[in-house]
């Protein structure tokens, strides 16, 4: 096992097929889950044996860490069938996503009362058959009991968490991140 890898992507998916395909709600959920994945995940796979290859990269944005890659790699597997997109504001499912960049954080920020907005996007990120057939016979197989337990436990944790109360987390251990962000104050009010 210590020669295997598996890249950002295919952690993505795994993650969203974790815990019988749970959603993802939110795409500061899903952006930081990733984020954290890369910096406190990763390297403790790397202590049981499993590398990691090309994780998203992270850069310090408008609403702390933010990577492009993560949405370019959901927008490859919304295409491909893997995973459905909803906005769960919407009457209809999202069909495209013009404002991938920071467009969602900016929309879901405002929905979860961080500031007012008039269309409340919120938006739901679901694996489908198709992603958990790839994810069973393709990276399920690369990882021990261990490794799924740990990825299944960071999956649990994430999504048991608020937007507010992951941002205070992230904010707080990584500062350096949060040099660009438009809503720092408004993370670390208590309400």
């Known amino acids: 096992m210590s020669n295997k890898k598996l890249n950002g992507a295919d952690y993505l998916l795994l993650l969203l097929c974790l815990d019988n395909r749970a959603p993802i709600y939110g795409a500061i959920r899903l952006e930081k889950m990733m984020f954290l994945f890369n910096e406190e995940i990763a390297p403790r796979l790397k202590e049981t044996g499993l590398d990691s290859d090309k994780l998203p990269g992270f850069i310090s944005y408008n609403f702390g860490p933010f990577s492009k ?12 069938g893997f995973l459905q997109v909803t906005d769960l504001k919407a009457r209809e499912e999202l069909i495209e996503a013009d404002d991938w960049e920071e467009g969602p954080f900016d929309e879901e920020l405002r929905y979860s009362g961080f500031q007012l907005n008039e269309e409340k996007r919120y938006y739901k990120y679901q694996m489908l058959k198709l992603g958990e057939e790839y994810v069973n016979s393709k990276i399920i197989p690369e ?7 740990m990825l299944l436990q960071f999956k649990k944790k994430i999504t048991s968490l608020s937007p507010k109360q992951i ?19 408004e993370v670390f009010d208590d309400d």
């Open 69 to 80: 890659d993560v949405y370019e790699q959901v927008e490859l597997f919304k295409g491909i």
């Open 143 to 149: 990882l021990t009991p261990e490794q799924l337990s």
């Open 167 to 185: 941002l205070r987390y992230v904010y707080t251990k990584y500062p350096q991140y949060t040099s660009n962000s438009l809503i720092k104050d």
